[in-house]
């Protein structure tokens, strides 16, 4: 059973920044994509930015030129770079993984923005 744990959520001034990492317990190579998505309270779980195998990623609009994600493949660890962070990027963060017949998610990490 493939196991994701997310770590480095917290409290963060607006203007802040924060790295959130998921640590996978096999061989991130062996996933299609990750990615990080997120869910404040009232709303649908979104899509922050994703990164395929190959090396190619995305991002949500209202992330791109503040979020960065990348990956240790020696470590197995997905990280998601924070910049400038801003009130509506409070929310549970989820770290997700896609194989060729299942998907796994990871127990998620609060991230608030609150001066």
């Known amino acids: 059973q493939v196991q994701l744990v997310e770590s480095g959520g917290g409290l963060v001034q607006p203007g802040g920044s924060l790295r959130l990492s998921c640590a996978a317990s096999t061989n991130i190579f062996s996933f299609n994509t990750m990615g990080w998505y997120r869910q404040a309270p009232g709303k649908q779980r979104e899509l922050v930015a994703g990164?395929?195998?190959?090396?190619?990623?995305n991002y949500a609009d209202s992330v791109k030129g503040r979020f960065t994600i990348s990956r240790s493949v020696a470590k197995n660890t997905l990280y998601l770079q924070m910049n400038s962070l801003k009130l509506d990027d409070t929310a549970v963060y989820y770290c997700?993984?896609?194989?060729?017949?299942?998907?796994?998610w990871g127990q998620g990490t609060q991230v608030t923005v609150s001066s």
């Open positions: 990164i395929t195998r190959g090396g190619g990623t």
């Open positions: 997700n993984a896609v194989q060729v017949s299942r998907d796994y």
